[in-house]
């Protein structure tokens, strides 16, 4: 519970000293954008190739099985939850995918390493953390920037509508090539595949220039807790079905579904348990991030990881417990 209680506390400390910021200074969303703009274009993509780079070809290969089970446990749920979104609750297409993020993208890069590095060890957690947002970051982060990125005309909003807005006509949407070939271009794409490359083909970088990378990279979950806080600010939380929704496969349901099948194959148990207690975690503060960039679904983006951060105490300690 001490872990928990570490990795947990300060995020609510950080929210806090954003929501009084903006309290303060009246703030609004355009304080939190150029954060954005910052985590989005430094921050992120300076943390996520330090974080990758590091890793040797053994340790990637070494892992396979905890990739394996991450892998299904993070593109599984998000591929379903954006169909079932879109086509089954005829959401657009930009909530559609918040909501599969917020489903499917657990904190690991953020809280990671102080929850499991008490369990499992540092570096245990190390490399889970890695494995991660290796997933994540090569998976979630590049599909969800196309599909946001081709949602521009499918009716954003920021409150509480739904569906799209009748009326106006829709601007031309750009080829899915272009679309494609234009989040390419994002730091937070080609900065963890080209880590990636680099470990795959045994090119190393010097470590003090990894330093370098590390020092502004760290500043990322701060920077974004803080954001998260001034938009939790001007967007009110709420709760509303897809909110609710939200957490509970967030926190209960993805890591249920992933428990069942392990404990049946008697997979190793140090593979089982950093995977369920990893996919146990709080929705990732990147949806905020990417839910302001796009205009979209605001509100329920910062309603889901507030919810999901206040109930992941509950559900963190039960991962544990049932995996011990």
């Known amino acids: 519970m001490n872990a ?51 890793m040797s070809r053994e340790q990637l290969v070494s892992n396979l099985p905890l990739v394996a089970v991450l892998f299904a446990g993070v593109v599984v749920p998000f591929a379903l939850a954006v169909v079932v979104a879109r086509y089954v609750f005829h959401r657009t297409l930009g909530e559609s995918t918040l909501q599969a993020m917020a489903i499917s993208f657990p904190a690991v890069p953020f809280i990671g390493l102080p ?43 920021d409150g509480n509508d739904h569906g799209p807005q009748s009326g106006k006509q829709e601007p031309a949407k750009p080829s899915v090539g272009g679309i494609i070939l234009s989040s390419l271009e994002e730091p937070v794409v080609w900065a963890p595949i080209l880590a990636v490359v680099l470990v795959l083909v045994g090119l190393r970088i010097p470590a003090p220039l990894v330093k370098s990378f590390q020092l502004l990279g760290a500043a990322t979950a701060g920077v974004s807790l803080f954001a998260s806080g001034i938009i939790l600010r001007s967007q009110k939380p709420t709760v509303s079905m897809p909110i609710v929704v939200s957490t509970f496969c967030r926190l209960v349901l993805v890591p249920g579904l992933v428990l069942l099948p392990l404990h049946f194959l008697k997979l190793d148990h140090a593979v089982l348990r950093e995977s369920v207690i990893s996919l146990a975690m709080p929705c990732a503060v990147i949806l905020v991030i990417f839910s302001l960039r796009y205009k979209t679904a605001q509100q329920e983006s910062a309603s889901v990881m507030l919810y999901s951060y206040l109930f992941s105490a509950l559900t963190l300690a039960a991962a544990i417990v049932l995996t011990g």
């Open 115 to 157: 929850v499991l590095g008490a369990i499992i060890g540092a570096q245990g957690a190390t490399l889970a953390v890695a494995v991660a947002g290796l997933i994540t970051n090569l998976a979630v982060v590049p599909v969800s920037i196309v599909l946001l990125s081709a949602a521009g005309g499918d009716g954003h909003q």
């Open 4 to 54: 928990i209680l570490n990795a947990l506390l300060p995020v609510f400390v950080t929210l806090l000293l954003g929501y009084l910021a903006a309290w303060h200074h009246d703030d609004d969303s355009q304080a939190a954008s150029v954060l954005n703009k910052m985590v989005m274009t430094f921050t992120l993509p300076l943390s996520l190739f330090a974080g990758t780079v590091t």
